[in-house]
């Protein structure tokens, strides 16, 4: 069975070649728009690994990392941010709050399949 993917992203034009991307690579492509959205769509059904925008509108990728990483139920789960904040500090806490990566914008496509493979493929 192939693993699943949760995109969580609030631009269209990211969540579309991601979407895309990822299919073609055999992945099962879920979306959520905001991060309120991709909590709702994490509880209903967790995926392997999430893409998780840190600017979205309801809840931050900052806060949904922190909530994923606060279930013991989704301690399996890898979390990838992918986002335009890309300073130091911004990228420790990323970390610090529990996500796998951290890959600003803009991104190669090809790096970021690599990473979304080695993250899965230890599981």
């Excluded at 979407?19 to 392997?48: C, K, M, N, S, T």
């Excluded at 301690?75 to 951290?102: F, W």
Aim: glycine letters at 4%; one cysteine or more; aromatic letters at 4%.
């Amino acid at each position: 069975m192939s693993k699943s993917v949760l995109i969580a992203d609030d631009e269209p034009n990211i969540v579309i070649s991601l979407e895309f991307l990822l299919e073609q690579a055999g992945y099962r492509i879920r979306v959520a728009h905001d991060g309120q959205e991709a909590l709702e769509a994490i509880q209903r059904q967790p995926p392997d690994l999430v893409l998780l925008d840190v600017m979205m509108p309801n809840l931050s990728g900052y806060d949904l990392c922190q909530k994923i990483r606060e279930n013991p139920a989704w301690q399996h789960m890898r979390i990838v941010m992918l986002t335009a904040k890309g300073r130091e500090v911004e990228v420790s806490k990323g970390l610090a709050l529990g996500a796998d990566a951290y890959i600003t914008k803009p991104f190669s496509t090809q790096e970021l399949l690599a990473q979304v493979r080695d993250l899965l493929a230890d599981r």
